[in-house]
């Protein structure tokens, strides 16, 4: 069954791209709409907090908000590594 | 203003479950921060609050999450304690360009606060260096802010100092 939607609809951008790039996404919550889980959260991963990131419903800035998701996806140490060993972040943009 | 900033939290061993902290925090306020529960015990909350300025942004934020879960222990406000990559990354320069520079003004460089198998600076100071010079556009805001974070680390760690041994080294540390 398809998830639901984030009612903002650049914060559901955002979760697509972070679920483009393998992230796995919990609904659930009030204040909270869900939880996104980073796909290389592992003993290795030295990028630690954001890997597992809570979503707000309604975050005071949805803009702001939406840009923050993007660059945790974006900041991920594994798939910065992952992009090197295929020569290029561009294929995964 | 915007200020940008994160507050990292030690979580109290009887804490509640991470989802009920999480919409505490919505309740009081943190619904302009981007919370991190990645690692266990530990709660990470990466700001962007309008503020009039950056004192009032930071602490405001503090009171925040000390209303939603007042056992948390702050473990860093940041950007403060960076090394060359982070320093690069917010200036916006390559790591390389800023390794040449740490080295090309060893006069006046700003010294790290450690250096080790990693080197670490006080944002701040770095940004302060880069802005003196005038070769580089920095932001008030993240000035401001890495005042400001830098200020909230020394008092947390001022916290650890022994006044005997105060008494009788700050006239040799000075």
Known sequence: ?93 | MEYEFTLSFKLAASEADTDTLIERLGAAGCDDALVGIGQSGRIALNFTREASSAQDAIVSALRDVRKAIPDARLVEAGPDLVGLTDIAELVGVTRQNMRKLSLAYPESFPVPVHSGSVALWHLSHVLRWLSDRGRYEIESPIMEVARVTMQINLVKEAALIEQRVRREVRDLVA
């Open chain 1, 1 to 93: 069954m398809a998830r639901a939607r984030h009612p903002k609809k650049e914060i559901e951008a955002a979760i697509r791209y972070a679920e483009a790039n393998g992230w796995r996404v919990a609904v659930g919550g009030s204040h909270a709409w869900g939880t996104l889980y980073c796909p290389y959260n592992d003993a290795e991963c030295r990028c630690g907090e954001f890997c597992i990131t809570s979503i707000w419903s309604t975050p005071r800035n949805p803009g702001n908000y939406a840009r923050k998701l993007r660059r945790v996806v974006d900041n991920c140490a594994a798939r910065k590594r992952l992009a090197n060993s295929v020569g290029g972040a561009s294929d995964l943009e």
